[in-house]
């Protein structure tokens, strides 16, 4: 990440889900690099070490990482509790854990994909919240990560795309009830180049196809993302709640 950025989270506390890589290492390092103290998450201890690791080496000296598979309830409080007993306080929420098991057709997916798919990517974001909300500070933000796959779910990841368009509805409800304590908002990216994209540009015609696919002419980066998700959970954005941010350099506008 080499933009300029400000310290618009000095003094605050952030947590982000499945962040050791992909666009919620790049959510994590952004708020770090303004001044966030960090939670780091994923489901396995070596790529929970590893992103401390890279955050601590650009300077982010408050990191906490902490095992935490999303399914899992006692990680869910696990997650929430070390934060509290490290930090004291939560300032602000990521959540940013999603997969995508399957290329089938919906009415093909095996019963126990389509409960992955939803556990995963739109019930742990739920039940994460449920964990952190009794501790939120007034006026901290909550930022959901969906997808533009969510506004037109389309094959060979149209039931991942139906549990993002989920999100999208998630977003409006928590903004309603959680309001006017917390900000509730949604940042929705387009392909960007991930593990969890490959699928979609991992010959270089699908790639050229998704460039080609944007008014822009290119993918976006998480470092793109990170930074609408920084805005929406920064004090720049107090007065927006229940949005959903699209990042998809025109691809939307196309569809």
Request: charged share 20%.
């Given at each position: 990440m080499d933009q300029k950025v400000g310290k618009r989270f000095e003094g605050k506390v952030a947590i982000v889900t499945a962040s050791s890589e992909g666009i919620g290492f790049a959510i994590a390092e952004r708020f770090g690099l303004e001044g966030a103290s960090l939670v780091v998450s994923s489901?396995?201890?070596?790529?929970?070490?590893?992103?401390?690791?890279?955050?601590?080496?650009?300077?982010?000296?408050?990191?906490?990482?902490?095992?935490?598979?999303?399914?899992?309830?006692?990680?869910?409080?696990?997650?929430?509790?070390?934060?509290?007993?490290?930090?004291?306080?939560?300032?602000?929420?990521?959540?940013?854990?999603?997969?995508?098991?399957?290329?089938?057709?919906?009415?093909?997916?095996?019963?126990?994909?389509?409960?992955?798919?939803?556990?995963?990517?739109?019930?742990?974001?739920?039940?994460?919240?449920?964990?952190?909300?009794?501790?939120?500070?007034?006026?901290?933000?909550?930022?959901?990560?969906?997808?533009?796959?969510?506004?037109?779910?389309?094959?060979?990841?149209?039931?991942?795309?139906v549990t993002k368009t989920t999100l999208l509805g998630l977003t409006k409800a928590l903004a309603k009830e959680m309001a006017p304590h917390t900000r509730v908002n949604c940042v929705a990216p387009g392909i960007i180049p991930t593990r969890l994209a490959h699928a979609l540009i991992d010959n270089g015609s699908k790639r050229e196809s998704a460039e080609e696919g944007t008014l822009l002419k290119r993918l976006g980066t998480a470092a793109e993302v990170a930074a609408a998700a920084a805005f929406l959970a920064s004090d720049d954005a107090n007065y927006t709640t229940g949005e959903v941010l699209l990042l998809s350099g025109g691809a939307h506008a196309r569809m």
């Open positions: 489901r396995k201890q070596k790529n929970v070490q590893m992103a401390v690791e890279k955050l601590k080496a650009k300077g982010i000296s408050q990191v906490l990482g902490v095992v935490c598979h999303v399914a899992n309830p006692e990680h869910r409080k696990n997650l929430i509790r070390q934060t509290l007993e490290k930090f004291g306080k939560i300032d602000a929420v990521v959540s940013n854990a999603g997969t995508n098991l399957s290329d089938e057709p919906i009415l093909k997916i095996p019963e126990s994909i389509v409960d992955k798919l939803w556990e995963i990517n739109v019930k742990s974001a739920i039940l994460i919240l449920q964990e952190a909300a009794p501790h939120l500070n007034k006026g901290s933000p909550v930022v959901l990560v969906s997808s533009v796959s969510g506004y037109d779910p389309v094959p060979p990841i149209a039931m991942y795309g």
